[in-house]
């Protein structure tokens, strides 16, 4: 390191505290980057690699971005999960003795991010910890640098729990100790966590203790305590917007695991993994970004406390009920910004003035929506408006401080309104009368010595002069005029006067620059104070937000209101799947209904594929949802348990990352379910044992069920491809059949989508894969080879039919078996198969055996009644027997 320039030591030096992220090195007008920091930008950032001189045998790699575009270039590398230190100059190079002194100011990581693309409107930027203690105890918690709200809670027993809190948060960043489990890091890993970092530190510091005031465990605080320890760390500066952190128990919200949220849709499809098409897509009439944000935790948490419920439901219909004034409230909303953040921007210290405007508008509109409120007459109405504070005074400072119209950086000046500050007024008003002198000046100079072509300019490094061109020069008396600047085609010239006139004015410009800057920083300290204030505020917007947002949806799609039932019974008539029938035309969507209880807690769903057994066990499960998060649900009536959990295994996919093939994932989803729900929890199993053979998964799908009946209890919907498992209705007293229906017409399955009761009488797989139009002559194959397999079927439970009614008979074949094993039965453990194959005879075929042969031969099987086949069949043995 020695050998090193003074200036590259430095970057050495600071990098060494900063391994794990790009070091942005102030040099100037750029940001620059050496050694392997240079290498991987050049790649990632796709600009140019270049090297210099250090002081080392070797050129030092380097590469750069402007200072002004820097911002762009952060995000790129923070989208991709890498984390950026900006060191900036502390010391004015002028007054440096040796290497101007340089700090890192802030690290930028994807769970502290504050600005820019990589932040969504309607999302969370959620940074999250977690510290583990002894008998198996997680602490997590989780912040929003960008709005302050924290919430933390004990999880207790398995990781996959914690992993669970994880991916609801879509935590972007999680911080743990340097000594965390290798293998629970990668589990991490593979759950999308853009970056792991590391803080060891947990210890309650006096600057963030009044934080943890709510929090009574201190498992608890040491956990904050580390969350907050990497915030102050790495953003190095006031963060008076952050809120105390709130306690939380997973238990007081519906349990809606990892795999569940996927396969159900909730925030994002299984396929795009985009909003649209989504739950959350369907559901998004919020008119602002907070409401979207509060709406995302909802849908993502749905609550098990009726009380809690009932009064959102309660809202909901009082918005319904009162179309015009939720319209109103629906164009003020719109006119609000996002107060959060801005409040967070306030205390962050990056605010600017539009910002503050922003602020002022949004705060303008409160007073109609409280208005709006009140004229509803409801005390759950009044409540809600009795929490939209004004917050007048800020209302108030702003409207006499700031312009309409500011420009975006507080550095550019005319922010401040006139009158607002005396001595800014001052400044304003020599500058202003100086401008005016100095065009009164051009006139007359012009009019003294003839010069038409005369002016007075300015510039940074020359300051005001007078220009004339070198054709006009004798026209000037000399000795009044001071020589400034020689160009081609004329001379530029200073007088004491004008001299005079220019120190004051830009003397006037740098002091009222200075005191614009200065006052919008007492300005944004004043709105500090009331951030507080405007947090609540922001809370109480974003619910009425999501609840007008429900009621819109609701009457638009004409969902009722569900009732809840204490003993656990789901009565849903006509219900919809809410996503499928907004994207069908409502026209096309065949409602169906759904009946469990006590007597009811299972329901076997047999039909073809593609009839839509799948859509009706998620149109269950979204009900519940949509229910328990305070939104009415698509029926005509619909009474509903309050579900603990919901558990799902619907689709296959392989899970790639983890190495695990489609069985195993759907194994592992299934055991999820079956370890973790209890009786008020809801089950929805799709084609469970499909990825194995014939005989183990309709082995597994049967032991599946019967466990469910006699040890869960939990309702359960479980559709199946197995046929066979329909006579589990009369073995297990809680299992009732239903299927969708479908019917043959012309030739071709017609799906009517529509829910009956009993077992369905075939699966029309080959019509499906019609639709689907595989070759004609493939289809042609098919149906050739399915009449065989059923001819086969028939014969064989026509010979069983036979020789349970003819004692003979079952003695002979049982003979039969023992003396002939060409002819057995397959054994239950076999694999079917769909050739057979061919057999070597024991012996050769001669005399009375080719006269059998050729009997054989001759027959028409299909032209035979199954009795009839077995009789033939029984009188040939006997000729081959003698």
């Given at each position: 390191?020695?050998?090193?320039?003074?200036?590259?030591?430095q970057?050495?030096?600071?990098?060494?505290?900063?391994?794990?992220?790009?070091?942005?090195?102030?040099?100037?007008?750029?940001?620059?980057?050496?050694?392997?920091?240079?290498?991987?930008?050049?790649?990632?950032?796709?600009?140019?690699?270049?090297?210099?001189?250090?002081?080392?045998?070797?050129?030092?790699?380097?590469?750069?971005?402007?200072?002004?575009?820097?911002?762009?270039?952060?995000?790129?590398?923070?989208?991709?999960?890498?984390?950026?230190?900006?060191?900036?100059?502390?010391?004015?190079?002028?007054?440096?003795?040796?290497?101007?002194?340089?700090?890192?100011?802030?690290?930028?990581?994807?769970?502290?991010?504050?600005?820019?693309?990589?932040?969504q409107?309607?999302?969370?930027?959620?940074?999250?910890?977690?510290?583990?203690?002894?008998?198996?105890?997680?602490?997590?918690?989780?912040?929003?640098?960008?709005?302050?709200?924290?919430?933390?809670?004990?999880?207790?027993?398995?990781?996959?729990?914690?992993?669970?809190?994880?991916?609801?948060?879509?935590?972007?960043?999680?911080?743990?100790?340097?000594?965390?489990?290798?293998?629970?890091?990668?589990?991490?890993?593979?759950?999308?966590v853009?970056a792991?970092?590391?803080?060891?530190?947990?210890?309650?510091?006096?600057?963030?203790?009044?934080?943890?005031?709510?929090?009574?465990?201190?498992?608890l605080?040491?956990t904050?305590?580390r969350?907050?320890?990497?915030?102050?760390?790495?953003?190095?500066?006031?963060?008076?917007?952050?809120?105390?952190?709130?306690?939380?128990?997973?238990?007081q919200?519906?349990?809606?695991d990892?795999?569940?949220?996927?396969?159900?849709?909730?925030?994002?499809?299984?396929?795009?993994?985009?909003?649209?098409?989504?739950?959350?897509?369907?559901?998004?009439?919020?008119?602002?970004?907070?409401?979207?944000?509060?709406?995302?935790?909802?849908?993502?948490?749905?609550?098990?406390?009726?009380?809690?419920?009932?009064?959102?439901?309660?809202?909901?219909?009082?918005?319904?009920?009162?179309?015009?004034?939720?319209?109103?409230?629906?164009?003020?909303?719109?006119?609000?910004?996002?107060?959060?953040?801005?409040?967070?921007?306030?205390?962050?210290?990056?605010?600017?003035?539009?910002?503050?405007?922003?602020?002022?508008?949004?705060?303008?509109?409160?007073?109609?929506?409280?208005?709006?409120?009140?004229?509803?007459?409801?005390e759950?109405?009044?409540?809600?408006?009795?929490?939209?504070?004004?917050?007048?005074?800020?209302?108030?400072?702003?409207?006499?401080?700031?312009?309409?119209?500011?420009?975006?950086?507080?550095?550019?000046?005319?922010?401040?309104?006139?009158?607002?500050?005396?001595?800014?007024?001052?400044?304003r008003?020599?500058?202003?009368?100086?401008?005016?002198?100095?065009?009164?000046?051009?006139?007359?100079?012009?009019?003294?010595?003839?010069?038409?072509?005369?002016?007075?300019?300015?510039?940074?490094?020359?300051?005001?002069?007078?220009?004339?061109?070198?054709?006009?020069?004798?026209?000037?008396?000399?000795?009044?005029?001071?020589?400034?600047?020689?160009?081609?085609?004329?001379?530029?010239?200073i007088?004491?006067?004008?001299?005079?006139?220019?120190?004051?004015?830009?003397?006037?410009?740098?002091?009222?620059?200075?005191?614009?800057?200065?006052?919008?920083?007492?300005?944004?300290?004043?709105?500090?104070?009331?951030?507080?204030?405007?947090?609540?505020?922001?809370?109480?917007?974003?619910?009425?937000?999501?609840?007008?947002?429900?009621?819109?949806?609701?009457?638009?799609?004409?969902?009722?209101?569900?009732?809840?039932?204490k003993?656990?019974?789901?009565?849903?008539?006509?219900?919809?799947?809410?996503?499928?029938?907004?994207?069908?035309?409502?026209?096309?969507?065949?409602?169906?209904?759904?009946?469990?209880?006590?007597?009811?807690?299972?329901?076997?769903?047999t039909?073809?594929?593609?009839?839509?057994?799948?859509?009706?066990?998620?149109?269950?499960?979204?009900?519940?949802?949509?229910?328990?998060?305070?939104?009415?649900?698509?029926?005509?009536?619909?009474?509903?348990?309050?579900?603990?959990?919901?558990?799902?295994?619907?689709?296959?996919?392989?899970?790639l990352?983890?190495?695990?093939?489609?069985?195993?994932?759907?194994?592992?989803?299934?055991?999820?379910?079956?370890?973790?729900?209890t009786?008020?929890?809801?089950?929805?199993?799709?084609?469970?044992?499909?990825?194995?053979?014939?005989?183990?998964?309709?082995?597994?799908?049967?032991?599946?069920?019967?466990?469910?009946?006699?040890?869960i209890?939990?309702?359960?919907?479980?559709?199946?491809?197995?046929?066979?498992?329909?006579?589990?209705?009369?073995?297990?007293?809680?299992?009732?059949?239903?299927?969708?229906?479908?019917?043959?017409?012309?030739?071709?399955?017609?799906?009517?989508?529509?829910?009956?009761?009993?077992?369905?009488?075939?699966?029309?797989?080959?019509?499906?894969?019609?639709?689907?139009?595989?070759?004609?002559?493939?289809?042609?194959?098919?149906?050739?080879?399915?009449?065989?397999?059923?001819?086969?079927?028939?014969?064989?439970?026509?010979?069983?039919?036979?020789?349970?009614?003819?004692?003979?008979?079952?003695?002979?074949?049982?003979?039969?078996?023992?003396?002939?094993?060409?002819?057995?039965?397959?054994?239950?453990?076999?694999?079917?198969?769909?050739?057979?194959?061919?057999?070597?005879?024991?012996?050769?075929?001669?005399?009375?055996?080719?006269?059998?042969?050729?009997?054989?031969?001759?027959?028409?099987?299909?032209?035979?009644?199954?009795?009839?086949?077995?009789?033939?069949?029984?009188?040939?043995?006997?000729?081959?027997?003698?």
């Amino acid at each position: 390191m020695a050998t090193y320039t003074p200036m590259i030591q430095q970057y050495l030096q600071v990098k060494a505290e900063y391994q794990d992220a790009f070091l942005f090195f102030r040099l100037g007008d750029f940001y620059e980057m050496f050694f392997d920091d240079a290498v991987k930008a050049s790649q990632e950032l796709e600009i140019t690699l270049t090297s210099r001189e250090g002081g080392g045998e070797e050129r030092i790699p380097m590469c750069g971005v402007p200072y002004h575009s820097a911002p762009n270039y952060i995000e790129q590398l923070i989208e991709k999960g890498y984390k950026v230190a900006i060191c900036e100059q502390t010391e004015d190079p002028k007054q440096a003795k040796g290497v101007v002194k340089r700090e890192v100011v802030q690290l930028i990581t994807p769970g502290t991010v504050m600005e820019g693309r990589g932040l969504q409107d309607k999302e969370n930027n959620f940074l999250a910890t977690i510290s583990y203690f002894d008998d198996e105890m997680y602490g997590f918690a989780y912040n929003d640098l960008t709005t302050g709200e924290g919430k933390a809670t004990l999880i207790s027993g398995n990781f996959d729990d914690v992993l669970n809190e994880v991916s609801i948060l879509g935590a972007k960043e999680v911080v743990i100790d340097s000594k965390f489990d290798i293998e629970l890091q990668k589990k991490l890993r593979d759950r999308n966590v853009m970056a792991l970092s590391f803080e060891d530190s947990s210890s309650i510091d006096r600057s963030f203790s009044h934080l943890l005031e709510e929090l009574h465990q201190e498992a608890l605080k040491k956990t904050v305590s580390r969350l907050f320890h990497y915030l102050y760390r790495t953003q190095k500066r006031s963060l008076d917007h952050l809120q105390p952190i709130k306690m939380y128990e997973i238990q007081q919200f519906m349990k809606i695991d990892y795999f569940s949220k996927r396969n159900l849709e909730l925030t994002e499809t299984i396929r795009s993994k985009g909003k649209k098409g989504s739950l959350l897509w369907l559901l998004d009439e919020t008119r602002t970004a907070m409401g979207g944000r509060q709406l995302k935790q909802w849908v993502e948490r749905p609550l098990i406390d009726q009380k809690q419920i009932g009064h959102r439901h309660s809202l909901v219909e009082l918005f319904i009920h009162h179309y015009f004034e939720r319209q109103e409230l629906r164009e003020k909303l719109n006119e609000v910004y996002d107060l959060e953040r801005l409040a967070g921007r306030v205390a962050f210290g990056n605010v600017n003035a539009r910002d503050l405007i922003q602020l002022k508008k949004s705060l303008s509109q409160i007073p109609f929506l409280r208005q709006i409120l009140l004229s509803l007459n409801s005390e759950v109405s009044n409540d809600l408006a009795d929490r939209l504070d004004p917050c007048e005074a800020v209302t108030d400072l702003l409207e006499n401080a700031l312009v309409e119209s500011p420009p975006i950086s507080v550095k550019d000046g005319n922010m401040i309104r006139d009158g607002f500050n005396e001595e800014l007024d001052r400044y304003r008003d020599a500058s202003r009368n100086g401008k005016t002198w100095i065009a009164q000046l051009e006139r007359m100079e012009r009019e003294k010595t003839g010069i038409k072509s005369l002016k007075i300019g300015y510039n940074r490094v020359f300051g005001y002069y007078i220009e004339v061109t070198r054709a006009n020069l004798h026209l000037l008396v000399e000795g009044q005029y001071e020589r400034k600047q020689t160009l081609t085609n004329a001379e530029r010239y200073i007088t004491p006067e004008l001299k005079e006139k220019e120190t004051l004015i830009l003397q006037a410009e740098e002091k009222s620059g200075e005191l614009e800057y200065e006052l919008f920083t007492q300005i944004r300290e004043q709105v500090k104070e009331y951030i507080p204030q405007l947090q609540a505020l922001a809370k109480a917007v974003s619910e009425l937000d999501v609840l007008q947002c429900f009621a819109q949806v609701s009457e638009e799609r004409h969902y009722v209101k569900p009732q809840f039932s204490k003993d656990r019974k789901i009565v849903i008539k006509d219900g919809r799947h809410p996503v499928v029938e907004k994207v069908l035309d409502s026209n096309e969507y065949v409602p169906n209904d759904c009946f469990m209880d006590n007597e009811r807690e299972i329901l076997l769903i047999t039909g073809p594929n593609m009839s839509g057994k799948s859509t009706y066990m998620r149109q269950i499960a979204l009900s519940s949802i949509l229910a328990q998060i305070g939104c009415f649900v698509p029926a005509t009536e619909a009474t509903l348990p309050i579900f603990d959990q919901v558990f799902t295994r619907i689709g296959a996919a392989d899970d790639l990352i983890s190495g695990q093939s489609t069985f195993m994932v759907e194994m592992l989803e299934a055991r999820n379910a079956i370890v973790n729900a209890t009786k008020n929890s809801l089950i929805l199993f799709d084609e469970i044992g499909r990825g194995t053979s014939t005989y183990d998964g309709m082995a597994l799908a049967q032991a599946i069920i019967e466990y469910i009946h006699r040890k869960i209890g939990a309702k359960t919907l479980f559709s199946t491809h197995y046929h066979e498992l329909t006579v589990l209705e009369d073995e297990l007293l809680k299992v009732k059949n239903i299927h969708v229906s479908a019917i043959e017409h012309n030739g071709k399955v017609v799906f009517l989508h529509k829910i009956k009761e009993g077992a369905a009488d075939k699966s029309y797989g080959i019509h499906v894969a019609e639709l689907a139009e595989l070759p004609k002559e493939l289809i042609k194959r098919a149906n050739e080879l399915l009449n065989q397999f059923e001819q086969k079927q028939q014969l064989l439970e026509a010979s069983n039919m036979t020789a349970q009614s003819n004692p003979t008979i079952l003695k002979q074949k049982n003979e039969d078996k023992l003396v002939d094993s060409s002819i057995a039965e397959p054994s239950a453990t076999a694999q079917l198969s769909f050739f057979d194959e061919p057999r070597e005879l024991s012996k050769p075929v001669v005399g009375k055996d080719l006269k059998v042969l050729d009997q054989l031969k001759k027959l028409d099987i299909l032209d035979l009644t199954p009795l009839q086949a077995i009789n033939t069949l029984y009188e040939l043995q006997k000729k081959l027997k003698g």
